[in-house]
């Protein structure tokens, strides 16, 4: 006997407690089996009507043909059978009851039911006529093909319409059945359950145990001493003497699970009704029809706001529950610093982080006050005196992040009042809960509800979690967790985050370990988890645990989940275990489900959304330097022949690498082919015709700025900006600083006299069909290309979700193909077939280096930064592989190498490519640990 006090005397112990100790067993009641008798059959009135007979009917079985059942005898005895008759009629013919048939069970077939308990009664009917002997667990029998009938239309008690339905979850048939039974019977022996259930002992014992560890169900001695007893946590708690109203724990949780997943037409009504929301998982079930692609419009939203809403918490939510969510914070504190900053904040103008320290000093010697200023900015993060709201620009790929200032603008509301609000939202609430929404002290807190509750504002409800717990909720509330209500029990793969989940994180993690994954439920019950996250462009899916039972319900659910993230441009995903086992042992239930719903087997995974065909890298940019005129076999035979076939070119070194002779520089060929100078698309200045800069700007679709519209009239009939300048009497810099902002947008070029030219866009055309052509004419270029390089290439202008929508076009019509195209890159690329099986056949590519103003160097951006930590350089392909790179000054005609990673076996090739350009190459670098000569 272990005691964690010093050693005591026998004696000293009381002799109640020494009995219980030694083993000696006394009932948990002072009830009698009379009392316990009356107290289980006070539970359900006599019926005097058909409602009270309707909710007789809720306790215990069902009524047989003759109406009569064993556990209803008293309270029918003295009502004569018409008069039941009567009643069943009237029941009937309202729909509140039914009949069942086709079970296979001559005990239910035919008898009288409430929809929900034919539903459970049915289930468990055919699954005992089957052979269910053999199971552990129910949730892994397979039910697909079971089905019973149950009645829809009578003809007085007479069933005229019969319709078939499957048959339900045998899990929850089997758990409401225990439950209904000890909750109308009384204790029993696990002995009696396995008599009293036609299943194996083990599945019988598997649910037992898992009511325990809910603290549904609890053991003990109630009306016997010889073998423990099975009995309602609820009834045990009130036949031991309990004091408090006690409700059930699982209606609260169920009341819970119905507000949360409550759906909204609106997002703005779905904010009002939550108190924050984090991520755009948690909409999916809560707001009608909403799509991932909806979350990024949601944040630009002007009354959507970002912020430390709730502690150090980030989270979305509107305007409108700011006042709420400042009542929950204690009064703020605001340093010099802070006061300083906010200073700098307006009520009626959002601002950037770049614009909020603008008037700070900054430098080497002002870097404790950069500190200071960014610690102030931090504090008042903290505190959600300023939140942040997000603005799309034009030409701007990312969204820019704007400050909006909080403290003097809205009033917080009174913290009672927060408090019945946040109540009202997420009842019912335990008061350690509400400690992760309030920033006050928990005293405050506990006073502040008991306020509310003598006002008769916010109730309490009493459960057993497994001891009493109180939760606050609203008066309305306390009704609904009285009477039962059938329960919601959808599928629904959520996130750990959820508000929903988050509430009862201890249960879940209880029930499916700790760690990192997304949760399945059933209802309010964790069944399953996925290990999914994503990997690049793709999901990686780990491993799912889904039982057997629930599996074709998650397919369903998971391809909704898949399908949102399709909106997202992660549209490929790949599966590798199912319930701990590989793809090649799954049976075939699962795989038929996994195939419906667009999973492919390839080799030990599964795949869905792409195909699976690697090729060596090499095969695939040996495809691509043929196609682009780099390949020793297809470069033109000199710079006037390459100058025809390349769209742009910034200089000589990109020309140099197409041709075979070099005779010529480029800036000599501009007036020949009347080149004009002008910002591509990635932002580079390049030569190419005016048509082509024509065509950029229309893509663009930036308009000028009024106050610069007069230069692009002047140089749209001039082209001289020495008459510009003597017309407006500016020096050559002042000149700079105005044509330079339009120079960038593309309204002005540089033609090849040296002069300006204005650029307009083009009317013949649609820009949405140039925009899709521009970007259908670079894809096809590439033999294998990603997303990212696809980002990279293009440029700015373009959004994500419009170099996806021309790919997808690419792969319906056949032209390219998606997935995993080569080998050891764990992205998602789209390839031409055609191209990558001709490149079989093509020689092996020269040593050659691709300089970093090449059209196709943003290709090769994640070689450069993963091996070689360049963002811009020259790369070195050796034997056909990428083995160095480095940096280097052009000016002086010379190739001065200022930096080199990689191989110095490379250093020869580098060589080559100075005596092909006839540039003298210099560096101070040692290459291999020598010192160059």
């Known amino acids: 006997m272990s005691m964690k006090t010093r050693a005591f005397l026998v004696k000293d112990i009381d002799p109640e407690v020494l009995r219980r100790l030694m083993g ?56 004569e059978l018409e008069v039941i008759r009567s009643w069943v009629e009237e029941l009937c013919q309202s729909g509140k009851i039914t009949k069942i048939n086709g079970t296979g069970e001559a005990e239910i077939d035919g008898k009288w039911f ?120 609820v009834d045990e708690h009130r036949i031991t003497g309990g004091e408090e109203e006690i409700v059930e724990y699982r209606w609260i949780q169920n009341l819970v699970l119905d507000k949360s997943f409550k759906k909204y037409a609106d997002v703005f009504e779905a904010f009002n009704e939550h108190v924050l929301v984090q991520k755009q998982q948690e909409l999916l079930y809560r707001i009608e029809d909403f799509r ?29 529950n700011i006042p709420m969510l400042l009542g929950l914070k204690p009064e703020p504190w605001i340093g010099a610093m802070e ?3 906010l200073s700098k904040l307006h009520t009626d103008e959002n601002i950037t982080r770049q614009e909020l320290v603008q008037d700070f000093p900054k430098g080497e010697e002002h870097r404790q006050l950069e500190r200071d200023v960014k610690n102030a900015i931090s504090n008042l993060d903290r505190q959600m005196l300023f939140v942040k709201q997000f603005e799309e620009v034009i030409g701007r790929r990312r969204r820019l992040s704007l400050f909006h200032k909080v403290h003097g603008v809205y009033k917080p509301m009174d913290f009672e009042d927060a408090i019945e609000e946040v109540v009202r939202r997420m009842g019912p609430v335990k008061a350690s809960t509400l400690r992760f929404y309030v920033s006050r002290n928990y005293e405050d807190l506990l006073v502040a509800l008991h306020n509310l509750e003598t006002s008769g504002r916010i109730s309490k409800v009493t459960a057993l979690v497994p001891d009493t717990e109180d939760f606050y909720c609203t008066p309305a509330e306390v009704e609904m967790l009285r009477v039962p209500r059938r329960e919601d029990r959808t599928i629904r793969i959520l996130t750990q985050s959820d508000p929903y989940v988050s509430r009862f994180i201890w249960e879940v993690r209880s029930a499916l370990d700790r760690g990192w994954y997304l949760p399945v439920f059933k209802g309010v019950d964790p069944v399953g988890k996925v290990l999914m996250f994503r990997v690049n462009d793709y999901l990686e899916i ?19 989940l898949l399908e949102n993230h399709a909106d997202q441009l992660v549209d490929v995903a790949v599966l590798t275990n199912v319930n701990s086992e590989p793809i090649s042992e799954l049976s075939t239930p699962m795989r038929v489900g996994l195939e419906r719903i667009g999973f492919k087997q390839v080799g030990e995974r599964m795949i869905r959304g792409g195909v699976v065909d690697p090729q060596p890298r090499e095969i695939a940019e040996r495809a691509l330097f043929h196609q682009h005129h780099l390949h020793q076999e297809t470069r033109h035979e000199n710079e006037t022949l390459a100058l025809r076939k390349i769209k742009e070119i910034r200089d000589d070194f990109a020309l140099r690498g197409r041709c075979e002779v070099f005779r010529t520089n480029l800036k000599s060929m501009a007036s020949a082919n009347r080149l004009h100078k002008g910002v591509n698309m990635r932002g580079h ?31 749209s009939s001039q082209t001289d900006p020495n008459i510009f300048k003597e017309r407006h009497a500016l020096t050559q810099s002042e000149f700079r600083k105005l044509v330079q902002p339009l120079i960038r947008t593309g309204h002005i070029v540089e033609d090849f006299r040296g002069g300006f030219r204005a650029v307009h866009p083009r009317t013949d055309q649609d820009p949405v069909h140039l925009r899709r052509e521009y970007l259908r004419n670079l894809v096809s270029d590439y033999p294998v290309i990603t997303i990212k390089q696809l980002l990279r290439l293009s440029g700015t202008p373009f959004k994500p979700e419009e170099l996806k929508a021309v790919l997808n076009e690419f792969e319906e019509d056949g032209t390219l193909v998606k ?97 092909e350009h006839q540039m003298p190459l210099h560096t101070e670098l040692r290459i291999g640990g020598k010192k160059i000569q």
């Open 24 to 79: 000696t067993r006394s009932l948990a009641t002072e009830m009698t089996s009379e009392q316990l008798h009356k107290y289980y059959s006070d539970k359900a009135p006599v019926p005097t009507s058909p409602e009270s007979l309707f909710e007789l009917m809720q306790h215990g079985g069902g009524l047989d043909r003759k109406f009569n059942n064993p556990l209803y005898r008293e309270k029918l005895d003295g009502i």
């Open 114 to 233: 409430n929809p929900f308990m034919a539903e459970i009664h049915g289930t468990l009917a055919c699954l005992a006529t089957s052979d269910s002997s053999s199971i552990v667990d129910l949730r892994d029998y397979d039910t697909k093909d079971m089905s019973f009938e149950i009645a829809t239309e009578f003809d007085g008690t007479t069933p005229t319409k019969w319709k078939t339905i499957p048959v339900g979850d045998p899990h929850e048939a089997l758990r409401v059945k225990i439950l209904e039974l000890l909750g109308s019977e009384g204790p029993k022996t696990t002995e009696i359950l396995h008599q009293r259930l036609p299943f194996s002992e083990k599945s019988v014992d598997r649910i037992v145990h898992e009511l325990e560890t809910r603290n549904v169900i609890s053991v003990g001695f109630f009306t016997q001493t010889d073998d423990a007893e099975l009995i309602l946590k």
């Open 292 to 320: 991932f692609k909806d979350w990024k419009d949601l944040q630009l939203d002007s009354d959507v706001v970002s912020g430390r809403l709730l502690h150090n918490r980030m989270g979305y939510t509107t305007k409108n």
């Open 339 to 341: 006061e300083e900053v």
């Open 542 to 560: 780990k491993d799912m645990h889904v039982p057997t039972a629930y599996f074709e319900e998650f397919c369903d659910a998971f391809l909704v």
């Open 685 to 715: 200045q390049v030569w190419a015709p005016y048509e082509y800069f024509e065509t950029l700007l229309t893509i663009r679709g930036i308009p000028p700025e009024d106050d610069l519209v007069d230069i692009i009239e002047f140089f």
């Open 819 to 915: 997935g995993f195209l080569i080998e050891n890159l764990h992205q998602v690329c789209w390839g031409r077939k055609e191209l990558l099986e001709t490149a079989k056949s093509i020689n092996p590519i020269r040593d050659f280096v691709l300089p970093p103003t090449d059209p196709i160097a943003p290709y090769f951006g994640d070689v450069l930064k993963e091996r070689f930590g360049f963002g811009s350089a020259y790369l070195v392909f050796k034997n056909a592989e990428p083995v160095a790179a480095f940096k280097a000054n052009t000016r002086n005609k010379t190739i001065d190498v200022t930096d080199y990673e990689g191989s110095e076996k490379g250093w020869r090739v580098v060589k080559e490519f100075a005596w």
